[in-house]
């Protein structure tokens, strides 16, 4: 909307100006009846031969300036009404507006005329409808955000949480467990226990980030992609590639990115086909830092509800660093493409 900046006092001016052309017309009108009504006394009186002291000429000149008082005054507020009725109709027209705002109607525009204070009116009417429909429509977006990140950080934290339960049920029914077998399956769990605790800081603190900068990069995704591997190598071919120069360098956050390897393990675990193999590739390339996961689908997967749910994490954490994530999926072959540009 293309605001109009009012000039200052410009309605009172028009005011002053339609009731000074009223006042001269009736003005006019007032000496010319004044005058047509004399005469017309005068006229009558000669032609009948009527004669009028000077008393009673007085009070007929006092009765038709009256007369022509009157109809001077009618005509001046018939005039000012005529001439300030396109206004008035505008003053209703605010008033409607900002009834409809007081109503929650924030939908509801006031049309922007002339030039003047009540053009100003208008417009603040106008703002302020937008400004409350702006506002409603942030509240709805983050109400919606809020949303899909209680979601997405609960689903994340049933993640770890699953494994913990497996590496328990693992040592409860594990009849013997050599002490340093016993020490990598406690390390893995207290692992999984303090990912479950800086998610749920995370989902308290209403989604902050804990951002680091490394000046050697590499090695954090060598640990990621081992740590990938290591969790499927049981029960899966597991094929891992990385092809990242020594020198990468920049700011992550490490929960970030392990939510994101945590992800792509449980996809692969519900859903890949045991006796084929499982990809993952991550490469430096010109667009950013990419992370590619394929695996042929099992032929009875389980529900799809939480898969959607990682996808959508994933993808995520993926804008805050100003990527994507792409996924291509048919009934036999799944693969996601994760690129990170902006760390």
Do not use: W
Not at 114 to 123: H, S
Not at 211 to 236: G, I, K, M, R, S
Not at 304 to 310: D, F, I, K, L, P
Not at 321 to 333: I, L, M, R
């Amino acid at each position: 909307m293309t605001e109009k900046t009012p000039n200052k006092h410009k309605l009172s001016l028009e005011i002053l100006a339609t009731v000074a052309v009223c006042f001269g017309v009736c003005l006019i009108l007032y000496l010319l009846l004044g005058f047509v009504g004399r005469s017309i006394v005068d006229s009558y009186c000669f032609y009948h031969d009527v004669y009028l002291d000077e008393f009673a000429l007085r009070q007929l000149d006092n009765i038709v300036a009256g007369i022509a008082f009157i109809i001077s005054a009618l005509c001046f507020a018939g005039a000012f009404l005529a001439l300030f009725a396109k206004k008035l109709a505008y003053i209703r027209k605010i008033i409607a507006g900002v009834h409809a705002l007081r109503q929650g109607n924030y939908d509801h525009q006031v049309e922007v005329e002339g030039n003047n204070e009540l053009t100003a009116l208008a417009q603040a009417v106008n703002y302020l409808s937008e400004s409350e429909r702006e506002l409603k429509r942030r509240e709805s977006e983050l109400a919606a955000q809020k949303e899909q990140l209680i979601r997405s950080l609960s689903h994340d934290i049933r993640t770890p949480l699953t494994s913990i339960m497996s590496y328990t049920e693992l040592l409860c029914t594990k009849e013997s467990l050599d002490e340093q077998e016993g020490r990598a399956y406690l390390t893995l769990v207290g692992k999984k226990t303090a990912q479950i605790k800086q998610l749920t800081d995370i989902l308290l603190d209403g989604g902050h980030r804990s951002v680091e900068y490394f000046d050697h990069a590499t090695l954090l995704f060598e640990q990621l992609a081992c740590e990938f591997e290591e969790a499927l190598e049981q029960d899966f071919s597991v094929s891992v590639s990385l092809s990242i120069p020594d020198t990468l360098k920049g700011s992550f956050d490490v929960g970030e990115l392990r939510r994101i390897f945590d992800n792509l393990i449980s996809n692969v675990q519900k859903y890949a086909d045991p006796a084929r193999s499982v990809q993952l590739f991550v490469s430096r390339e010109a667009q950013g830092l990419v992370i590619c996961q394929s695996n042929a689908v099992a032929a009875s997967p389980s529900a799809a509800e939480s898969y959607q749910m990682g996808i959508y994490s994933i993808r995520r954490i993926a804008q805050n660093y100003g990527g994507s994530a792409e996924v291509t999926k048919t009934d036999a072959q799944f693969e996601i493409v994760i690129k990170l540009s902006d760390f």
